[in-house]
């Protein structure tokens, strides 16, 4: 170790050594200053091709010694790792200026858990981010704009699973070409990627000229939240579609399925201050489809909501999957749905907790199924892991300005 430290030393005084001898001054001024010393010049190289002989044994020494060499590899291999492991901040402007130009652009550079901020300007693209835990933020939800025509069913302005979406406005227009089904939601989020996950869009402003503005259907333990948004249906359709998952076990002859359970346990959807608007009189502003194979399974969950029909017609219904019916009364007369006790504030009694009513249209065999604490313990945690807040706008949160 000794002979080391010598060495290393002597390597250290050739390198000054060979700028004194090339003519170029230091950056210290004393050895500058000493630069007339009395080495003669032959003096002073045969140091300095002693001290490279020693310098070049350091390199053998290590060159011999595979675990010099696997520890820095190793090192670097960690802090690469390290550094791919940070959560990415992507950039998306309308104008290019060095960032990506389109919002599909970047989810396709995007890593889960990276965040993508989408700068003032409208953006005439289908987006698909089904497939990545990503979050999307706009700067201003007035100035950043994603629309696309609301046509074609399996291409709408957005498809997302999991992750959060905020400051946005996505309209869904009545123009290009039709697809094979007509009518494309503004966001469709209907996917098995959203098990064991959850989708948070906070002030987000969703306008379908064609149809249904927003579709979410649930997953097990999945639970999908919505803050201060607003969300219109001007052309025919509810503000709101959602359901509940369709599991797959083989059907029997009256309606129930057959074969291995499955936990579809932890469903749940939750609306906090939105607003909710249709003009369609045939539909109510929420529709909600019960797939009648689980009683009990998914928990909705409304608080200070506004639902309007602005034609006159409901503010919530019910419809039942394929005409199933497993004769147990759960919300709004299906089996599967739930009201969440909690749910209060809203426009429309029939969303609160305390003024529900339970309609006639399905004679229960065993009565109305009441959630289990686990369940709505279960949605609410969900929640609160993704969204650490009580649901309320933050004055001083600039991301949160309409």
Request: glycine fraction near 10%; aromatic fraction near 6%.
């Amino acid at each position: 170790m000794k002979t080391l430290f010598k060495v290393l030393l002597q390597a250290g005084a050739a390198a000054f050594l060979c700028l004194l001898i090339a003519g170029e001054a230091p950056a210290c001024g004393i050895i500058a200053a000493g630069r007339e010393g009395t080495s003669s010049g032959a003096q002073t190289v045969t140091a300095v091709k002693d001290t490279a002989v020693k310098s070049t044994a350091v390199k053998n020494t290590a060159a011999k010694n595979p675990a010099v060499r696997n520890t820095a590899a190793n090192n670097t291999a960690a802090k690469n790792t390290a550094a791919s492991e940070e959560p990415k901040t992507l950039y998306v402007s309308a104008s290019g200026k060095g960032y990506y130009n389109t919002i599909q652009a970047a989810v396709d550079a995007a890593d889960p858990g990276d965040t993508i901020v989408i700068l003032p300007g409208t953006y005439e693209e289908a987006v698909d981010c089904k497939d990545k835990n990503i979050h999307i933020r706009g700067i201003s939800r007035d100035d950043c704009i994603l629309k696309y025509s609301g046509l074609d069913y399996f291409n709408p302005p957005l498809e997302m699973a999991t992750g959060t979406l905020e400051n946005l406005t996505i309209i869904a227009e009545n123009s290009g070409t039709p697809g094979a089904i007509s009518g494309a939601y503004c966001l469709h989020a209907d996917f098995d990627t959203q098990t064991n996950g959850t989708l948070v869009i906070t002030n987000v402003h969703f306008i379908n000229e064609v149809t249904t503005a927003v579709g979410i259907a649930t997953r097990p333990h999945f639970c999908a939240l919505l803050v201060n948004c607003t969300i219109e249906a001007r052309g025919d359709g509810p503000a709101l579609f959602t359901h509940d998952w369709e599991f797959t076990p083989e059907e029997s002859g009256n309606g129930t399925t057959s074969g291995s359970a499955q936990d579809v346990t932890g469903q749940g959807l939750d609306l906090r201050n939105c607003s909710l608007t249709n003009t369609a009189i045939t539909s109510p502003v929420i529709v909600m489809d019960s797939q009648e194979l689980a009683p009990g399974c998914a928990v909705i969950r409304f608080q200070n909501d506004t639902v309007k029909n602005l034609s006159g017609g409901a503010g919530i219904g019910l419809m039942r999957y394929s005409g199933r019916a497993l004769g147990v009364m759960g919300y709004l007369g299906g089996s599967d749905w739930v009201l969440a006790p909690d749910s209060s504030g809203n426009s429309d009694p029939q969303m609160n907790a305390a003024t529900y009513s339970a309609p006639a249209q399905i004679a229960p065999s065993t009565g109305i199924v009441a959630p289990s604490d686990e369940l709505l313990e279960e949605a609410a945690e969900n929640v609160k892991n993704r969204y650490a807040s009580d649901g309320t706008e933050d004055e001083n949160d600039s991301r949160t300005n309409r």
